[in-house]
């Protein structure tokens, strides 16, 4: 009866944020999961068939301003209104997906998404605010569970649905996430309700000028700060759930095994989803983290709650190791999809527990500064993910870099790969110069190569954020 008598207090100004958060999930998730594959697949494809470097550039540099800018961002919200905020936030958002579409050059497809980002940095601030200002002290803490699932619901629809439209057409992926923000601009229209706010007081640009003034204070207390470096070697490791794993399994992985399984218990289910070759796509199966966080997370939540939040956190770290070790160190479909259950399980009891433990040690007078600063190690989690995923995963794990060695050893004559000569040529022409199939030199490459040693660098970074909270813990902050 508490549970109901709670849920009758929402407001619709409360149900339509969350909406809202859905479909944005859904439409950023449907292309950022695979944005990787489209920016680095063959030209042939439909994709663009940059570098691993160049896409690394594109997506850590963006993500990084997607929450850095914030702070920005969010005191220009405050002051000429959430609505206008959105609908801002929404333009940037469409006509970035349109031109990600559109464009096929380096320098284009990085304007294309830094814009884009900062629709999602206009937006970001916006929402959990929302939820913040039509929840009370009763209401907070199921508001901002029902908050955290509308996230995970719109992160496991769209990558799912992506994973069969890219099947078709890449055109279809971008059209999905534009057509899931036009929804949004319908809610905020019809059913979002400006909250009361002064307009007045400080000028725009000092409330600026104080948000990194205040950011600057919280970071003088040398253990706090400590603490958001350490982090930044988390959110590297998680990151690389975007910027590498989604090429490793498109590059080595057989997913027609799990087709298989899959087929002979819902061989209608398995058609719908699978893909022409008789597989999973690889952003479908990339969904299922989200999938495994909306079903577990009550869970896990319910076992970390006994533990101290920087505990659960290191126990969550080190689980997620696991499950990028998993990840990248093998071919078997069914491994991989275990290593994402894993990894789920590590996040589902580090993450949240983030936030809490800043919440705990900030002083009372300075939680919302303390709470201001949470963003600064994602961003910096994702310049550094976007930097490990170029040159260095590209030397270690890159299919077409380590053929290109094998053909400079055997000193074969290849083109190099341009726009009339894709990397689906180069693969076909060195396969038939080394009278291989396209399988075989796969398998070649794997075994003399060995690609799969990535999973020591990356699960090496989770190891030692999981170490240095440890030390942290033992000789920073003591009893």
């Known amino acids: 009866m508490a549970f109901l008598r709670v849920f009758k207090k929402y407001t619709t100004t409360f149900w339509s944020s969350n909406i809202i958060e859905l479909f944005e999930r859904w439409a950023w998730y449907g292309f950022y999961m695979a944005f990787a594959l489209y920016l680095v697949n063959s030209k042939d494809t439909g994709a663009l068939g940059l570098s691993q470097a160049q896409k690394g550039i594109i997506m850590g540099t963006g993500s990084m301003l997607l929450y850095l800018l914030p702070v920005i961002t969010g005191a220009i919200a405050d002051k000429v209104g959430y609505k206008r905020i959105l609908l801002l936030a929404f333009t940037f958002y469409v006509s970035g997906f349109y031109m990600i579409k559109t464009f096929d050059s380096f320098g284009l497809m990085f304007f294309a998404f830094i814009w884009t980002c900062i629709g999602g940095a206009f937006f970001k601030p916006i929402i959990s605010a929302m939820i913040a200002r039509t929840t009370d002290e009763e209401t907070s803490s199921i508001g901002f569970g029902i908050f955290y699932m509308m996230i995970n619901i719109g992160g496991f629809i769209g990558p799912f649905l992506a994973g069969v439209l890219m099947n078709k057409s890449w055109d279809y992926v971008f059209y999905m996430s534009m057509a899931a923000i036009g929804v949004n601009y319908l ?7 400006e909250p009361i706010a002064d307009r007045g007081g400080v000028p725009l640009g000092r409330n600026i000028v104080q948000a990194f003034v205040n950011i600057w204070i919280t970071l003088k207390n040398w253990k706090y700060f400590l603490f ?20 490793f399994i498109d ?136 930097w490990l995923s170029g040159d260095i995963y590209e030397r270690i794990s890159d299919k077409i870099f380590l053929i290109q060695k094998e053909v400079v050893h055997r000193g074969l004559q290849i083109p190099e790969i341009s726009k009339q000569f894709t990397k689906n040529d180069f693969l076909k022409e060195a396969a038939s110069q080394m009278n291989m199939s396209q399988e075989q030199l796969t398998s070649f490459i794997w075994q003399n190569y060995h690609p799969s040693n990535i999973w020591i660098l990356f699960s090496g970074i989770a190891v030692s954020a999981t170490i240095l909270l440890w030390l942290y813990d033992r000789f920073i902050i003591g009893k």
Do not use: C
Not at 187 to 193: D, Q, V
Not at 277 to 287: D, R
Not at 341 to 354: N, Q, T, V, Y
């Open 187 to 193: 809610i905020t229209i019809f059913m979002f309700k």
């Open 228 to 247: 958001l470096l350490i982090m930044v070697l988390f959110w590297t490791a998680f990151n690389q759930l975007y910027y590498s794993f989604p090429v």
């Open 251 to 386: 590059q080595w992985v057989d997913t027609r095994v799990i087709y298989r399984g899959l087929h002979s218990v819902f061989p209608g289910f398995a058609e719908l989803i699978g893909i022409k070759n008789g597989a999973i796509a690889t952003v479908t199966l990339l969904s299922m983290d989200s999938f495994f966080i909306i079903v577990f997370q009550l869970i896990v939540s319910a076992f970390v709650m006994r533990f101290r939040p920087l505990a659960a956190m290191m126990g969550g770290i080190l689980v997620l190791a696991g499950g990028v070790g998993l990840m990248f160190a093998s071919q078997s479909g069914w491994l991989i999809l275990l290593g994402i259950l894993i990894f789920s399980l590590g996040e589902m009891a580090s993450s949240p527990k983030f936030i809490e433990y800043i919440g705990r040690i900030a002083p009372a007078d300075k939680k919302a500064l303390y709470m201001g600063t949470s963003f600064l190690p994602i961003a910096a989690g994702h310049q550094l993910a976007g």
